[in-house]
């Protein structure tokens, strides 16, 4: 940790307890000058605590799907899959280990992140001009939201720097608006993992902003943020019958398919 990575951060911070408060200007203005905004205060820790009480309760590795081959219908259910590999199979060259839990927001709260995720996808759909509850709780057009949590397991868990550039496209042929990725913050650095974890290009500086984040937290990306996810507890053995390690929640627009 320094002190010049920790003063960024807080001058990318926004405290506010509900969307009503979003100033999307304010926050649109820091994204662009940073590429990095991070919002305090809409989802607290508490409400994270019992959302992995639901998710340990729900998670067995026995459920784990492979990397690809799954239906387009599949990932709209609660659906865990693992995602290791390159991940050429999605038209990128993206190389990553962590497992993957879709937990859409029309089915059964099974993670207990229906909450968090509705608050996270409506900062989404503020900063893309469109109305808070566009594509949260049904599919709209084009477009429904895949919310899902992301595990990086301890022994090894990461991806690897990278811009977003598949979705944005998506955004874009589909007229959906400016792309930006809220990330909820759902692990505490010190406590659930020691090492690694998300870094973000913040002002030319490469900072692993989990130093400075608490649970609860989300964590805002532009298409030109250079971010990802370094090694997880490496000096720890993987095991895959366990949950430890860092996890994080998104909500990203997928493309609609039949």
Sequence with gaps: MTTQNAQMVEEATFEITSLKDLDGSEVKEC????????I???????????????????????NDRATTGEAADEVRGNFQKLSIGRANHGGVDRPRFMRCFYSPLWNEDALGM???FRQAAG?????????LDYAIDDPNGAAWTA??????????????DHQDTVLPAL?????????????????????????????????????QYEDYCEKGDIVIYDTSTVHGVDDI???APYR???????????????KTLD
Excluded at 240 to 254: E, F, I, N, P, W
């Design 31 to 38: 994204l662009e000058t940073l590429h990095f905004a991070r």
């Design 40 to 62: 305090r205060g809409l989802i607290s820790a508490d409400e994270i605590d019992h959302a992995m009480t639901r998710i340990g309760a729900f998670f067995s590795p026995e």
């Design 114 to 116: 229906h909450g968090p």
């Design 123 to 131: 900062v989404r759909n503020w900063l893309s001009g469109k109305e």
């Design 147 to 160: 919310a899902r949590i992301h595990h990086f397991p301890a022994g090894g868990g990461f991806m690897v």
């Design 171 to 207: 955004y874009k042929d589909n007229s959906l608006g400016a792309f930006f990725q809220p990330l909820i913050v759902m692990s505490q650095k010190g406590v659930d993992f020691h090492e690694g974890g998300g870094f973000a290009m913040v002002a030319g500086e490469r900072i």
């Design 233 to 235: 507890d490496p000096r």
């Design 240 to 254: 895959q019958d366990s949950l430890a390690g860092r996890m994080s929640g998104l909500v990203t627009l997928y």
